[in-house]
């Protein structure tokens, strides 16, 4: 079996064991408005966990996804409250705002080739910043918090039947995002690029152009994500999206996509935004304190994380080990 | 005849910083023939190779391609004309499948979306025109290193490429799989596939090439067909005589002490790189450890300073046996310049005086805890002195100095300690002549004060003039003792190679 | 302290011009000691901080829970005081805590990193969501006011010489820590750790040591900025403290400090908190929101930093280079 099967059965195994966990602690677990709820909740961080699962393939890292979001929603709030452009305008021109903040942070990494984390740490600060300088207004100048209630919008933060529109363009992007990291030659630049730079180079794959691209998946993914998140709130605010960032990067790496680039892949971070809502969920469920759930939340990240280092180090030996044999065999 | 040429260059000279790196190198490669390239480190040959591809621009000379006059001035255009070249560093991507390196960056794609049926017909049916033993949907990651070679030279085969060029292809290879790689290149040569083989190891030279050319110090030193390529012949070729003759034999006779020092018994790693390794070195000597790249003397130097663990036999120092660890070693007075000097021996942000006195805060003055920075310089001060460092700046940082200035530091961390032994790897591998010389003074001195130094070297000359005595290791074993006084290079690179028979051998 | 930056010589005149224009635009408000002694009470907490953490990114790593970590100190103070009904007894008591609970999570920190080989950004990552879970637990998600006793509050507030106290202990840390930095076997140690970890073990230091070494010192600088700010605020919550850790990250990175490790000084570092605290006072004083003061901090952030890389583009890519290798070394 192949390697990548395994890590892939490994994290499937932990979310179910995780889930069978839950479903004992509480009986209102395991069913299916529950699991809906669940996918709903891991909707926004697995939309733009896809984009930064292309980021990390890079050997990268996106800091300013939560500011992004919050930059889109204040841009989309601008217009419904100033203009009259109808709602699908809005959603467009909140998505080219959440490429261009890609395109921002792509160009800052690989044309002035600013360390990835120290550059999104500084975006993160410049969209935040925006974002309040555009921010509503009340007539006292304080800033408030945006109503919008228009049923055409607000229908997206709803459901059709019992499934949730999130959930819907959760899995699409999911899918999506999957098809462009395999069939694409794009998709496999990301790969070359984030595992072996020099090799990318040498096979005339213009390193630049892959990692401003791999931003702007980001940027994009992040507008979906404030889109719906605002659309479910009915309003927007300047705060969107604060500390925010690391869960889709959090979901990624629980979905075994590895952060010094190279590995992993979208449906990992699918998985592994699933089991960060299966998680909150189910310690939520446990009907304790919002602060238990966090330590709980935390002790489980580590542990995963610690099983990870665990398994790649014994698998290395494994490896190790067949080459010495065959070593010793010739 | 001339047809039958597909690359020629003609009176190549190159010349770095006013050095003459190669001058007037004639080269020439038929069609379907496996064409050696050979000499000594220094010679030439990698210089000659990229400047064939396209990394260093040629000062004059020109090349020809299929009898045209071509410009190669980036690895593209060389790709374009139809050469490949598989390189000792690997450069395939792990997490893709075989299929998907092969074609990097030129994926068949039908609507937009990368074909991978077509890419995997196309990659195995270019497996089944070689014979090779992969298969299109493998995952890089998964295979060992003698199959990455394969999909490497693969993806260079499916540029329609005419003529591959290998680097030391076996270096890193067991010997199974570089018999695979021999039967794969006999298939290439087969199919009409040109071939110009860089390699250390005679035997397989011996074995594979058509024809063999043999630079010594930037120039053509001999083109030999196959049936004139016999390994002593080479080897006289690629030393020259003069040095050979005059080697071993100028050195002054050294008498050595007694007094064992360093006592190796019956060392093994357990894996293979060295097995049942025995020697001892006494008080005084220089002792070096030769044989080709591969054959475990890096790996038995590294288990006997305490970074890598052994499996079986002891380490005695001065009679007591010692606990594997660098830091127990160098207590017990040990000193170690590693073969990776960048990536293991010094700290390239850090200057010299820090460098320096990293591996000697114990016999450094403190005023409480702060420690003298007086006499931390007035110590580096000393040991600049002592190997001669110019300009005599402690705190230059030493990632901006030349390899030479480099290795130097490295050695006068441990010069400042009360060394015992000193092992050194490697130490004057691309470092010019004059520091080469310094470098060689400075192991002879610490000899002279009673410290034993071990050589571990692949330059014969250096591992003859600066030797007392040379073990030469093959296959992870010690095979051959020489005493340097009588010893010459061919000597020693026929017992490497294993074309000395036992009962020869005194 | 000759050489405030290797790298920079821009930086210092960043910090001149600046002030120079501050000056100009504010001729009456800006160059007066009680501003400047305001400007440095109020960087006091990260300037403290940033002291403790360098060592982490000295030696290449990063510690995330700095910001949570330091909210958890300042409750654990509080508490205890509160616990102690306001006695002195109850903030020696205090601090004793405080310090121990730092010096345990920065432990915590460095042998899970250095015994199971995990990143520290994960590591760090997840204890700062514990970090804030057990604020949250032990203030019950209220805001603890302390506003006695004077032992107490004089730590953030009392002012000997014009200067509040905090500047003092600020100062007092940049000193050990630069004296460390500077002067001792260890903080060598630190840098050519983080210079090169693999040639450092060959040259026989404890690599793993000196790692947990840096994360118990960042844990202790943390925990002792938490109880300035205890102090200061003279009050906790469960975030207090949130965010902290990018104002820590941010001046140490505009001082010059490299995230890779092996670069960087303790001055350089505290020159970032200086400047952000004079950006922040400048845009105070020039009217600008305090919410929009992330955008000059970002650009500031990407011309210095940008800036450097520019210069050594060829240096910065063979850092990048040795940091992977170093990183691929340390999975093998």
């Known amino acids: ?330 | ?506 | 302290m000759k050489k405030i930056n290797a790298s920079g010589f821009g930086k210092p005149i960043i910090l001149v011009v600046f002030m120079l224009v501050l000056t100009i635009l504010r001729p009456s408000s800006f160059l007066t000691v009680g501003n400047l002694s305001n400007v440095l009470w109020s960087i006091s907490v990260y300037g403290i901080m940033v002291c403790g953490t360098i060592f982490v990114f000295l030696i290449g790593g990063i510690d995330l829970s700095i910001g949570s970590l330091c909210g958890l100190c300042a409750v654990t103070i509080v508490k205890i005081i509160r616990y102690f009904e306001y006695s002195n007894t109850g903030v020696l008591v205090g601090i004793l805590a405080a310090l121990s609970v730092g010096i345990l999570a920065g432990m915590v920190h460095g042998v899970i990193i250095t015994k199971f080989r995990v990143p520290a950004f994960l590591i760090t990552f997840a204890t700062q969501i514990i970090f804030l879970g057990l604020s949250m637990i032990l203030t019950n998600n209220k805001i603890l006011s302390c506003l006695q006793p004077e032992l107490f509050t004089a730590i953030g507030m009392k002012k000997i010489f014009s200067f509040p106290i905090p500047i003092y202990i600020m100062l007092l840390i940049a000193l050990t820590s630069w004296f460390i930095l500077r002067k001792t076997v260890l903080g060598r140690y630190v840098y050519a750790v983080g210079g090169n970890a693999y040639a450092s073990r060959l040259s026989g230091i404890s690599d793993t040591k000196i790692t947990v070494l840096a994360y118990v010192f960042s844990g202790f600088t943390t925990a002792l900025g938490g109880i300035v700010l205890a102090s200061m605020t003279q009050q906790c919550m469960a975030t207090t403290g949130s965010g902290y850790e990018t104002e820590v990250i941010t001046a140490a990175v505009i001082g010059g400090v490299s995230l890779l490790g092996g670069e960087g000084t303790v001055s350089g570092a505290l020159f970032g908190a200086i400047l952000i605290g004079l950006l922040n006072n400048g845009l105070n004083l020039l009217s600008v929101p305090s919410t929009e003061h992330g955008l000059v901090k970002g650009i500031v952030i990407i011309i210095a930093v940008g800036f450097d890389a520019l210069q050594h583009q060829e240096k910065f890519r063979s850092w990048l280079n040795q940091f992977k290798m170093k990183r691929a070394r340390e999975a093998a």
């Not at chain 1, 990548?4 to 839950?22: H, K, Y």
């Open chain 1, 1 to 330: 079996m192949k390697q990548t099967t395994i890590r892939r059965l490994i994290s499937l195994g932990m979310l179910c064991a995780l889930m069978v966990l839950f479903s004992c602690t509480s009986r209102y677990y395991l069913n299916a408005d529950n699991l809906l709820e669940i996918v709903r909740d891991a909707s926004v961080a697995g939309i733009i966990g896809v984009g930064v699962t292309y980021v990390i393939l890079t050997s990268g890292i996106d800091l300013s996804t939560g500011s992004c979001m919050a930059l889109v929603g204040m841009t989309m709030a601008n217009i419904y409250r100033y203009t009259l452009l109808p709602i699908w305008m809005m959603l467009l021109i909140g998505m080219l705002v959440g490429l261009a903040a890609g395109l921002f942070n792509g160009l800052v990494v690989a044309k002035l080739h600013l360390p990835e984390f120290i550059a999104t740490l500084a975006t993160m600060g410049i969209f935040r910043a925006l974002t309040y300088a555009i921010a509503i207004r009340d007539a006292g100048g304080i800033i408030t918090s945006q109503a919008m209630t228009y049923s055409s919008f607000v229908k997206w933060g709803g459901a059709v039947g019992r499934i949730h529109y999130v959930s819907i363009a959760f899995v699409v992007i999911v899918i999506l995002g999957q098809i462009v990291l395999k069939k694409t030659r794009f998709g496999t630049n990301l790969y070359a690029v984030g595992a072996n730079r020099k090799a990318a180079e040498l096979s005339g794959i213009n390193i630049a152009r892959t990692r401003i691209m791999a931003y702007m998946t980001v940027g994009l993914c992040a507008a979906v994500g404030a889109i719906f998140t605002t659309a479910r709130l009915q309003s927007t605010t300047a705060l969107l999206g604060n500390g925010f960032e690391f869960d889709p990067i959090a979901a990624a790496v629980v979905g075994g996509v590895s952060l010094s680039g190279g590995y992993g892949d979208v449906v990992g971070t699918f998985i592994g935004a699933l089991f960060m809502s299966a998680l909150d969920n189910g310690v939520l469920k446990l009907q304790m304190n919002t602060a238990y759930q966090y330590v709980i939340k935390g002790v489980i990240i580590i542990l995963v994380v610690m099983f990870d280092a665990w398994y790649n180090a014994w698998m290395e030996k494994l490896a190790q080990e067949r080459g010495r044999k065959e070593a010793v065999k010739a």
């Open chain 2, 1 to 506: 005849m001339m047809e039958n040429v597909i690359l020629e260059a003609k009176g190549i000279c190159k010349s770095f910083s006013g050095v003459p790196v190669l001058s007037q190198v004639d080269f020439s490669v038929r069609k379907g023939e496996i064409h050696a390239l050979m000499g000594e480190n220094g010679a030439g040959k990698s210089t000659l190779i990229k400047i064939l591809t396209g990394v260093y621009t040629k000062d004059s000379g020109s090349v020809f391609w299929d009898g045209k006059k071509v410009e190669i001035n980036s690895y593209k255009d060389c790709q374009k004309l139809g050469m490949a070249c598989i390189y000792q560093e690997l450069s395939v991507i792990p997490p893709l499948t075989v299929a998907q390196n092969v074609f990097l960056g030129r994926e068949p794609r039908k609507l937009g979306l990368i074909d991978h049926k077509k890419m995997n017909e196309m990659t195995q049916a270019l497996i089944d025109q070689y014979d090779f033993p992969l298969e299109p949907g493998a995952l890089v990651s998964n295979l060992g290193i003698g199959l990455r070679q394969l999909v490497e030279i693969l993806k260079g085969l499916s540029c329609d490429s005419r003529l591959l060029i290998m680097d030391e292809p076996t270096a890193s290879l067991s010997g199974k799989e570089a018999e695979s790689l021999f039967s794969i290149i006999d298939t290439l040569r087969k199919k009409g596939v040109s071939i110009i083989y860089i390699s250390h190891r005679l035997e397989e030279v011996y074995r594979l090439s058509d024809r063999l050319t043999v630079l010594r110090d930037g120039k053509n030193a001999a083109v030999l067909n196959h049936d004139e390529i016999e390994p002593k012949k080479v080897i006289q070729t690629m030393i020259g005589k003069v040095v050979d003759e005059s080697a071993g034999s100028s050195k002054e006779m050294r008498k050595n002490s007694n007094e064992v020092v360093l006592e190796v018994q019956n060392l093994s790693d357990g894996t293979g790189f060295f097995r049942h390794v025995s020697f001892q070195a006494h008080k005084g000597e220089i002792l070096g450890l030769g044989g080709l790249i591969g054959a475990g003397r890096t790996e038995l130097v590294r288990a006997i300073y305490g970074i890598d663990r052994y499996r079986e036999g002891t380490i005695l120092l001065n009679g007591q046996a010692l606990k594997p660890s660098p830091r127990t070693s160098i207590r017990a007075g040990f000193g170690f310049v590693p073969e990776d000097r960048r990536g293991q021996g010094f700290i390239p942000l850090l200057s010299i005086n820090r460098n320096t006195a990293l591996t000697n805060y114990d016999r450094i003055k403190k005023n409480g805890l702060a420690v003298s920075d007086k006499d931390e310089l007035e110590m580096c001060r000393e040991a600049i002195r002592r190997i001669d460092i110019r300009p005599a700046d402690p705190q230059k940082q030493v990632g901006l100095m030349s390899g030479g200035n480099q290795q130097k530091v490295v050695l006068g961390k441990w010069l400042m300690r009360d060394l015992k032994v000193l092992i050194v790897d490697e130490p004057t591998a691309g470092i010019d002549v004059g520091a080469k010389d310094e470098i060689y003074g400075i192991l002879e001195e610490l000899a002279k004060n009673g410290v034993v130094v071990i050589l571990v070297s692949s330059d014969l000359q250096e591992l003859i003039r600066v030797s007392h005595r040379i073990l030469v290791m093959r296959k992870g074993a010690i095979i051959q003792e020489f005493d340097s006084g009588v010893v010459t290079q061919s000597m020693v690179l026929e017992a490497a190679s294993g074309l000395m028979k036992k009962e020869e051998a005194v």
